[in-house]
């Protein structure tokens, strides 16, 4: 049997394309081989000719995410400057498809998903010459203080987006109402800063992205 003109236009990357455009309009975990199919024209079947299952395409959708993150090599960047820059970026590219709820797709650094964007950012640091035991504790930490927070701060502008809007008059309220905020989360990359600073000690943690090779910007 021939292929469709329309599936013998598919490709992975096109999938991926459609998956992620339906999950900004109704959650990636409501997307289906067979709504994905609708949207492109074509039947289920031939998407998986593609992918295995739509697991697959979730975390294809994912990692086209991902490419969205500022993860450039700027020549002379400090190291705590890569680090704001970076995890800025993945806030602001979950923050611009919080309707796809793209945090419940598997999510660790070493997930398929995450992988090329984990050894982009890697790579920079490794160039940066953070030493590799420091660098592997500040990944982890910095990925899982990533995924809780933006984990917590997804949801909490969906129950915060269904309730009165009240300005909170007692402190603690106050206090708890800003658990989540732009301000919170700089803070503790802050800390996390700081507490890198403290393991690298008595290193005086001078790590800068070489000027050589710092043209090509990563995953060109």
């Not at 070493?110 to 890697?122: D, F, I, K, L, N």
């Not at 933006?150 to 009165?164: A, F, H, K, V, Y």
């Not at 990359?189 to 690298?200: K, N, Y």
Request: aromatic share 6%.
């Amino acid at each position: 049997m021939n292929s469709s003109p329309q599936t013998q236009q598919l490709s992975r990357e096109r999938i991926a394309e459609a998956a992620l455009h339906l999950a900004d309009q109704m959650g990636i975990e409501n997307v289906s081989m067979r709504k994905l199919a609708a949207e492109l024209g074509v039947t289920a079947m031939a998407l998986y000719r593609y992918y295995g299952s739509i697991n697959d395409i979730q975390i294809a959708a994912l990692a086209l995410a991902f490419t969205e993150v500022d993860t450039r090599p700027i020549p002379g960047e400090r190291w705590d400057d890569t680090i704001r820059r970076t995890t800025a970026s993945i806030r602001e590219m979950y923050l611009n498809h919080i309707a796809a709820h793209l945090y419940s797709v598997e999510r660790s650094g070493a997930s398929p998903g995450m992988e090329e964007h984990t050894q982009r950012v890697y790579k920079l640091h490794e160039d940066q010459g953070i030493p590799a035991p420091i660098l592997r504790k500040a990944w982890r930490i910095i990925d899982a203080y990533m995924g809780g927070f933006i984990l917590g701060e997804t949801e909490d502008m969906q129950i915060q987006s269904e309730l009165p809007h009240e300005k909170p008059t007692d402190t603690w309220r106050e206090t708890a109402a800003g658990a989540y905020s732009e301000e919170t989360f700089h803070d503790g990359i802050e800390i996390i800063i700081a507490g890198i600073r403290g393991l690298a000690a008595p290193d005086p943690c001078e790590w800068r992205t070489p000027a050589s090779g710092c043209d090509m910007i990563a995953g060109e």
